[in-house]
């Protein structure tokens, strides 16, 4: 399956982004969907999952209560809704697709299909 990730964009402190993630080649369905995010000199790092096991979000605490992930099956997307935006959320933003256990859902390493990335910069 190969992915598309868009909606990065240059938005104000508190403001809001949607990023979208589209599949091409296969189905979100037969995946758990994540999103990670890297900062300039910055390890990349977990943001938020949809598990395919239990249909449950997960999220990094640093999002908890702002950002929001979502399947679209009609659309064959994943989402991911961030609100209140602070400077600190400032990285570039990739899906990914997989079969992590829940355990690993937060590691990268469970993903094997990795979308391109797409830039967010919030400013102060």
């Known amino acids: 399956v190969q992915l598309q990730a868009s909606g990065g964009g240059l938005v104000q402190a508190g403001g809001s982004l949607r990023l979208s993630c589209a599949a091409s080649?296969?189905?979100?369905?037969?995946?758990?969907v994540g999103w990670f995010r890297q900062a300039p000199g910055k390890e990349r790092e977990f943001v938020a999952a949809a598990a395919l096991q239990n249909s449950r979000s997960y999220y990094d605490d640093s999002v908890k209560g702002r950002f929001a992930i979502s399947r679209d099956k009609a659309r064959n997307t994943v989402n991911l809704q961030m609100n209140s935006l602070k400077p600190e959320d400032t990285a570039v933003y990739f899906c990914?697709?997989?079969?992590?256990?829940?355990?690993?859902?937060?590691?990268?390493?469970?993903?094997?299909?990795w979308g391109q990335g797409t830039q967010v910069t919030v400013s102060s």
């Open positions: 080649g296969g189905t979100f369905s037969s995946y758990s």
């Open positions: 990914a697709a997989g079969r992590p256990i829940i355990s690993t859902i937060r590691k990268s390493s469970g993903y094997g299909h």
